[in-house]
């Protein structure tokens, strides 16, 4: 048994389902799909030796893990990998995170973020059926819920990281808070407002290398 058996079952069956509702891009263990300004992006994550022993399952079992991509909002840091002039953001350089739970009982583990494949991989269609129909309900849902630059406001605004849910964006208040909402509150017509997150920002020291007055940061975004 090994990892390659599990991206077969992923290909397999999950691949089909994501073509059908608009994810277009794929390697054996991530998947994006590309709406306008949003990509989304879709991870199974793998672990390796020292991480699976401590968490005690199998190397080859996973989480799945989600991203939200905003193309018009800059990114800080690492630059974006391109490929015929498509974005591929992996799910870590996504400004909102989030992660699925498994329903099915594994009573291997307690963490209902990890689906445990059994070393002799008997479990593996279970796991990635289960991990299909989580994607398919509530992953897509979770997409939606990011479309709007309403609702990207409000969370930065009022709603504290949830591992559980939805991460990424850091405390709350965080200069990563200010730089995102700088940014969302410019994407909606808040100049005013946008130029107040942006000020926090240069107060904070943080992002000095991209901007250093708010007008600077607005250019960015032009």
Same mark, same amino acid.
């Given at each position: 048994?090994?990892?390659?058996?599990? /991206?077969?079952?992923? !290909?397999?069956?999950?691949?089909?389902? &994501?073509? %059908?509702?608009? =994810?277009?891009? =794929?390697?054996?263990?991530?998947?994006?799909?590309? #709406?306008?300004?949003?990509?989304?992006?879709?991870? @199974?994550?793998?672990?390796?030796?020292?991480?699976?022993?401590?968490?005690?399952? *199998?190397?080859?079992?996973?989480?799945?893990?989600?991203?939200? @991509?905003?193309?018009?909002?800059?990114?800080?840091?690492?630059?974006? +990998?391109?490929?015929?002039?498509? &974005?591929?953001?992996?799910?870590?350089?996504?400004?909102?995170?989030?992660?699925?739970?498994? *329903?099915?009982?594994?009573?291997?583990?307690? !963490?209902?973020?990890?689906?445990?494949?059994?070393?002799?991989?008997?479990?593996?269609?279970?796991?990635?059926?289960? %991990?299909?129909?989580?994607?398919?309900?509530?992953?897509?849902?979770? @997409?939606?819920? &990011?479309?709007?630059?309403?609702?990207?406001?409000?969370?930065?605004?009022?709603?504290?990281?949830?591992?559980?849910?939805?991460?990424?964006?850091? /405390?709350?208040?965080?200069?990563? !808070?200010?730089?995102?909402?700088?940014?969302?509150?410019? &994407?909606?017509?808040?100049?005013?407002?946008?130029? +107040?997150? @942006?000020?926090?920002?240069?107060?904070?020291?943080?992002?000095? *290398?991209?901007?250093?007055?708010? /007008?600077?940061?607005?250019? #960015? %975004?032009?």
């Amino acid at each position: 048994m090994d990892s390659k058996v599990v /991206n077969k079952y992923i !290909r397999e069956i999950i691949r089909p389902e &994501l073509k %059908a509702i608009g =994810f277009s891009e =794929f390697t054996s263990r991530n998947s994006w799909r590309y #709406r306008g300004n949003i990509i989304d992006v879709i991870n @199974f994550q793998s672990f390796n030796s020292y991480n699976a022993d401590v968490m005690g399952v *199998t190397t080859y079992s996973f989480c799945v893990n989600l991203g939200s @991509f905003h193309k018009d909002i800059p990114i800080q840091h690492q630059p974006i +990998k391109i490929k015929a002039d498509l &974005l591929y953001p992996e799910e870590y350089q996504c400004q909102f995170r989030g992660g699925l739970n498994r *329903t099915i009982s594994q009573r291997e583990i307690d !963490r209902t973020d990890i689906w445990h494949i059994n070393s002799n991989g008997k479990n593996v269609e279970r796991c990635v059926l289960d %991990a299909k129909q989580q994607i398919l309900t509530k992953g897509i849902s979770w @997409f939606s819920y &990011l479309e709007k630059k309403e609702t990207l406001r409000e969370i930065l605004l009022n709603q504290p990281e949830s591992m559980d849910e939805l991460w990424g964006f850091g /405390n709350n208040p965080s200069p990563n !808070r200010s730089y995102l909402l700088g940014y969302v509150e410019l &994407l909606l017509g808040n100049e005013n407002e946008a130029k +107040k997150h @942006f000020e926090k920002v240069i107060e904070s020291g943080c992002y000095k *290398t991209l901007f250093q007055t708010a /007008n600077e940061a607005i250019a #960015r %975004a032009l």
